[in-house]
């Protein structure tokens, strides 16, 4: 005799909202532990959600379609099937008006049903005086919520500076959250995408129609992806002393080996490719720039995890080659396709794209000759690559035809300075302008 | 901070003394001398000052004690004042509960604080109380002192360290010194208090030395002092130990992690406000200490400072104790089963995630 509520989960660090695309469980059927009832669209990809608690459906609150906000009761099951959750069902209903309303700035949310558990809500969170305390048992079985390992100092912390928990990974034993990783979510913001600001221009441009008038068209509202790079792209751009280094290659054996590669078996390698194996083979000679910053601490990792920027519609995602210094570069372009793959179609698994130790953004496709890109925290670096271009180069005390690519690095002056950016760019040059090293 | 300076220069061995009363004046208002001479000036100031203290103990007058800290007080005032005894911990302990119980002040000597365990009975039971059981007729003004921690190679059962065992009873005062300024103030103090007080040294730092003020001070019971200051993690330290996370701090310091090494300085009545008020600051602590991990000085302040300051932590407190076995002989262990500076380096990273 008892009744569990599916409450809306935060499948992202910063999801407050999202939409239920599909139901994969109908009322009446019989739930797992561990089965997967729904897709959810989240603001950065469509993810599987997976009941933490079996059961009998008893009623979809939430159709298909429609947006869920976290913490809202999407479904009610009942522990043996045919029994009443009618009691269950309006309190759910209730609550989710509460949420929905509290989330378009009504009323506001309701109190978490125990004050003894930090509940996402999109309220703000508690204040000190009302500080989450921690006690896991007791959490109320019936409305199964999300609790946090966090320290006590953590805890205060981000119920005095207004942090939502749900946003902030733990970096301490078991997933731990610390003050640290509180200290550093507020200053760097959460969410973890953003880089260069790539734009996914179309090839060929369309004239679109100004208004005669002159007038302004009426606001577009940013999605929530847009919300979340604007955020964090200005944080970046506003908190880190950025500094760039710009390096010209000499690309001709570069632009040769693309070649090469496609005649010997019709293998696609891209320039981006050939740059991100070298980036990461110049990552294990200067480690300083394989790091992340945490306000006291640098932290170097000793695996190249590399972000690359992709433009998907309406923004960018940097999903993560991991381990780019033990894969080939045959490994690398297909992974990057893959994923890119993936995040045009909003498929990206949060392990994709949450992470990496250094960024590459690519906007060769466009031609440009060069441009900086914005440094994607608390990583410390940032490579944009731009196009291979015709210039002439000097060989030999002789003007000659070449190509030539330029590489930006942006590095934070913070944690490295402009001597290790300028070795690891020549380290880059050296590896680019003599490649066969790239292929073995 | 209180003076907690290397010394300008060392004692010369050759020309100046390492033990006795006397401390070499260096001109300005400061002395020169070592935590063994550091309590020799306090009997000797306080034995001058008060004509009812007297020293007793094994070896305590003709050989000038077993570590020299009684040094020339025989010398100074007579056999009435500095007397001798047979190997009678448990005789003379209750001879000087005695003694204060009739208006003297007792300074006894353990030769080692392991032999007070023959005198536990007249420590726990008698001298701590004695005052309350009359009606407060009788307290009892005794110090009782000693080397106390683990030797170089004494093995098990000369290597007790005693801190938590005696701040266990009520009645008892411990205190449990890290450099002579501190171990001169303190011992004044604790001639001129009214309880009994039990008065920890640690031999292997009798040779440390400091300068000092040549003018009189006294440090109050209670009274931590930060012997390092820093904004990463708390290293809760006394007497040996406090050296052993200095050293730490500086290997700590060069991988950017910064320690405030906090030493209490009497056990009991314990600073937590000290050390809480570090923790505040950087939300972390690690206690080192001589005694064992059980009911030690570090379970102590972990429990305090959960109840005082439970909101600030950001780590589980650590503790670096002696390892809970039976002192070894061999050198290679007895370095393993000490809170060495090795171990500190260790629990502080642990505690800053590190």
Not at chain 1, 266 to 280: E, Q
Not at chain 1, 380 to 404: F, M, Y
Not at chain 2, 32 to 44: F, T, V
Request: net charge neutral; aromatic share 6%; with cysteine.
């Amino acid at each position: 005799m008892a009744t569990i509520d599916l409450t809306v989960p935060a499948k992202s660090p910063t999801m407050t909202e999202g939409t239920i695309v599909a139901w994969r469980v109908k009322a009446g059927d019989l739930v797992k532990s561990g089965q997967v009832v729904a897709e959810i669209q989240t603001d950065k990809a469509v993810v599987e959600w997976e009941a933490l608690d079996g059961g009998t459906v008893a009623e979809l609150l939430i159709p298909a379609g429609s947006i869920a906000y976290v913490n809202q009761v999407a479904a009610v099951l009942t522990s043996k099937p045919g029994e009443s959750a009618a009691a269950a069902i309006a309190k759910a209903r209730e609550l989710n008006a509460q949420l929905a309303a509290a989330a378009k700035g009504g009323a506001p949310a309701p109190a978490p049903a125990a004050p003894a558990t930090v509940v996402l809500t999109p309220a703000p969170m508690p204040t000190a005086a009302s500080a989450p305390a921690l006690h896991p048992q007791a959490a109320p079985a019936a409305a199964p919520q999300k609790q946090y390992r966090i320290t006590p100092v953590a805890a205060r912390f981000a119920a005095q500076h207004g942090l939502d928990l749900a946003k902030v990974r733990g970096t301490g034993p078991s997933g731990r959250i610390t003050l640290r990783d509180v200290e550093e979510a507020r200053r760097a913001g959460t969410a973890l995408i953003g880089a260069a600001p790539a734009a996914g221009a179309p090839a060929k441009a369309k004239l679109k129609p100004f208004r005669a008038d002159g007038a302004p068209s009426a606001d577009q509202a940013m999605s929530a992806m847009r919300q979340v790079i604007a955020k964090r792209l200005a944080e970046s751009k506003a908190t880190i002393p950025h500094f760039t280094v710009t390096e010209a290659v000499d690309a001709g054996a570069l632009a040769a080996i693309k070649d090469q590669c496609a005649a010997y078996d019709g293998v696609k390698v891209t320039v981006n490719d050939l740059v991100v194996r070298a980036a990461a083979l110049a990552l294990r000679i200067h480690p300083r720039l394989n790091a992340t910053f945490h306000g006291t601490a640098v932290r170097q990792y000793d695996s190249a995890d590399i972000c690359v920027a992709v433009a998907i519609p309406d923004g960018l995602i940097t999903p993560i080659v991991a381990k780019a210094h033990a894969k080939s570069v045959r490994q690398i372009g297909d992974e990057v396709r893959a994923l890119a793959k993936k995040a045009a179609e909003g498929r990206l698994q949060p392990h994709e794209f949450q992470g990496g130790s250094f960024t590459v953004s690519n906007l060769g496709m466009f031609g440009v000759e060069s441009f900086t890109a914005i440094i994607n925290p608390p990583q410390v670096a940032i490579l944009a690559v731009a196009g291979i271009k015709d210039e002439p180069v000097v060989r030999g005390g002789q003007v000659v035809a070449g190509k030539v690519l330029r590489l930006t690095l942006s590095a934070d002056h913070r944690a490295v300075d402009g001597a290790d950016a300028a070795a690891f760019l020549r380290t880059l040059r050296e590896l680019l302008e003599a490649p066969a090293g790239l292929l073995v | 901070m209180t003076a907690f300076l290397k010394p300008r220069r060392p004692i010369d061995l050759k020309r100046e003394p390492i033990n006795g009363y006397k401390g070499i004046p260096l001109g300005d208002g400061s002395q020169l001398l070592n935590l063994r001479m550091a309590i020799c000036q306090a009997l000797y100031e306080e034995m001058k000052r008060d004509p009812t203290i007297f020293v007793m103990g094994e070896e305590v007058a003709q050989y000038n004690g077993a570590y020299k800290v009684t040094k020339d007080l025989l010398k100074k005032f007579g056999e009435q004042r500095v007397i001798d005894t047979p190997i009678t911990e448990g005789g003379f302990t209750g001879l000087a509960v005695g003694a204060a119980m009739t208006g003297l002040r007792p300074v006894i000597e353990y030769m080692s604080w392991n032999f007070s365990f023959v005198a536990f009975d007249q420590i726990v039971s008698n001298a701590s109380k004695m005052c309350y059981m009359t009606g407060g007729m009788f307290p009892i003004p005794l110090v009782m002192r000693g080397p106390n921690g683990a030797g170089p190679r004494v093995s098990s059962q000369h290597s007790h360290a005693v801190e938590a065992l005696y701040s266990h009873f009520p009645g008892l005062t411990v205190v449990s010194p890290s450099t002579p300024y501190d171990a001169k103030g303190l011992m004044k103090t604790a001639l001129r208090g009214h309880n009994p007080v039990c008065f920890l040294e640690n031999e292997m730092i009798y040779g440390l030395e400091q300068e000092i003020p040549v003018e009189e001070y006294l440090i109050p019971f209670g009274k931590g002092d930060i012997k390092r200051v820093g904004g990463d993690c708390t290293v809760v330290a006394v007497s040996r130990s406090v050296h052993w996370a200095l050293e730490a701090a500086e290997q700590l310091a060069r991988e950017g992690i910064e320690c405030e090494v906090v030493d209490p300085r009497t056990v009991k009545p314990l600073d937590i406000e000290l050390i809480a008020a570090s923790v505040r600051k950087t939300h972390r602590c690690v206690v080192v200490e001589e005694c064992y991990r059980t009911g030690g000085i570090g379970a102590e302040v972990a429990a305090q400072l959960m109840e005082l300051c439970f909101d600030e932590l950001d780590a589980p407190v650590g503790r670096v104790t002696t390892t809970e076995n039976p002192m070894p002989y061999a050198a290679n262990l007895e370095h393993e089963t000490l809170p060495k500076p090795h171990r500190i380096v260790q629990a502080v990273k642990l505690a800053c995630y590190r």
